[in-house]
Structures are given as C-alpha cells and as structure tokens.
C-alpha cells in the first residue's frame, strides 16, 4: 500500500515536469485491445535506451503501480536507491546468480500486479546492433506466471533529444507459444526470440507513423 500511495505522490507531483522534459506521444498498436491503462496481472517488456525508460513509463501507464526490475547499480546509488526502492524498484543483483527478483516478481504477478522487464538487461553501448540478444527471464516470468507480455517500444528521446515516442504492442499470451513437442528451455527461447521480434516490429512501426 506505501509503494502505490507513493507511487500517486510522484506521479502526480511530476507530472507537470515530465510533460516538458519527455513530451511523450503514445501510440497503440491496436488500442481496441491494449491502450495505456493495463487490467489484471501483466509483464511490460521494453526496449532499453537510457536511465529514463522507467521514468517515462511511470506516466505512459499512469493507472497503474509498475513494479520494474532494476539493475543493483542503481540502487547502489544514494539517495537514488532508497527512491527506487520506495518507488517499488526490483532489485537484481546481475553479478551473481540470485534469482530472489524473480520470486518477488511472480509474487507480484500472482497478486495481480504489473512487473516491468528490459530484456536486453542493460543499456546497449554506442555502435552496438539495437535491440541487443534477450535474456529468457521475461518469457519464463510469463510462462511461470501464466500471465501475458505487453511488448513495448520507446525511442529514447528524453531531454533535448527530441520528442519521446512510445509505441504499445497488443498482449502476448504464454499458451500461444508453447509447442508440446518441446521441452521448456526450448518454448521459453522459442517466446524470447518472438517477443524480440515483436518488440523489433513495434519499433518499425512507430518510424512509420512517426512520418505521418
């Protein structure tokens, strides 16, 4: 209840600020079946630009409390880590093999909560080939949780860099990518490599209207 109370305290405090430094255009990939408010239990996957996609999408899905999977050098930030962490912040420690943020997320899952996931797990560097390889953790979340994807595309123009632009895809659901005649590593690589390339036409698309 603190994170949610809290939560509202930001979003409504910011939001005449985020209005400049974001400016954020939303696009629906079909908004007669996803648009900005998100009902029921669900896991968000993103691109990953910058520090500031979470940011961003504190207000893009302003209706509800997103609970984001965060890299341990962010909280190890101070005062920033405690914020994160009041915010709601998912601590993942990618230096050792804990997978405790993987628990606390389906535990949010299964309360009927929404969990925040980049993929990529870390901020592609200059020159490197975007989207970078996904990591399985969002198609095994999904799977264990039984709970869908809403893949997400941003342009990552914060600040000075443009208009931020942020493309919604419509939900992938867990069943519709099982094959019984694989095993589980195999659905679960079979998920990732669908929802990158999901995430991949999303981007694609957004260029396209962009123009528009």
Same mark, same amino acid.
């Given at each position: 209840?603190?994170?949610?109370?809290?939560?509202w305290?930001? @979003?409504?405090t910011?939001?005449?600020?985020q209005?400049?430094?974001?400016?954020?255009?939303?696009?629906?990939?079909?908004?007669?079946?996803? =648009?900005?408010?998100?009902k =029921?239990?669900?896991?968000?996957?993103?691109?990953?630009?910058?520090?500031f996609?979470?940011?961003?999408y504190?207000?893009?899905?302003?209706?509800?409390?997103?609970?984001?999977?965060?890299?341990e050098?962010?909280?190890d930030?101070?005062?920033?880590?405690?914020?994160l962490?009041m915010?709601?912040?998912?601590y993942v420690?990618?230096?050792?093999?804990?997978?405790?943020?993987?628990? @606390?997320?389906?535990?949010? *899952?299964?309360?009927?909560?929404?969990?925040g996931?980049?993929?990529e797990?870390?901020?592609?560097?200059?020159?490197e080939?975007?989207p970078?390889?996904?990591? /399985?953790g969002?198609a095994?979340?999904? #799977?264990?949780a039984?709970? /869908?994807?809403? /893949?997400?595309?941003t342009?990552?123009?914060?600040f000075?860099?443009g208009?931020?632009?942020?493309?919604?895809?419509?939900?992938?659901?867990?069943?519709?990518?099982?094959?019984?005649s *694989?095993?589980?590593?195999?659905n679960?690589?079979?998920?990732?490599?669908? *929802?990158?390339?999901?995430?991949?036409?999303?981007?694609?698309? #957004?260029?396209?209207?962009?123009?528009?």
């Amino acid at each position: 209840m603190l994170i949610k109370l809290f939560n509202w305290f930001v @979003k409504i405090t910011a939001w005449p600020a985020q209005k400049i430094v974001f400016r954020t255009k939303v696009y629906c990939q079909d908004k007669s079946v996803q =648009g900005r408010h998100i009902k =029921g239990a669900a896991i968000i996957a993103s691109n990953h630009t910058s520090v500031f996609d979470y940011a961003a999408y504190l207000f893009v899905f302003f209706t509800r409390t997103l609970r984001v999977q965060m890299a341990e050098v962010l909280f190890d930030k101070k005062p920033l880590g405690l914020f994160l962490k009041m915010l709601g912040g998912i601590y993942v420690d990618r230096d050792v093999r804990n997978f405790d943020f993987m628990y @606390k997320s389906e535990e949010i *899952l299964k309360k009927g909560g929404v969990v925040g996931v980049f993929p990529e797990s870390r901020i592609p560097r200059k020159g490197e080939a975007v989207p970078l390889e996904f990591k /399985p953790g969002t198609a095994y979340l999904s #799977l264990s949780a039984n709970v /869908p994807v809403i /893949p997400v595309y941003t342009n990552g123009r914060y600040f000075c860099a443009g208009r931020a632009r942020v493309m919604i895809g419509t939900p992938m659901y867990p069943k519709d990518y099982i094959d019984d005649s *694989l095993d589980e590593k195999e659905n679960i690589s079979r998920f990732t490599d669908a *929802l990158r390339q999901r995430i991949i036409e999303l981007g694609n698309e #957004l260029n396209e209207r962009s123009k528009n």
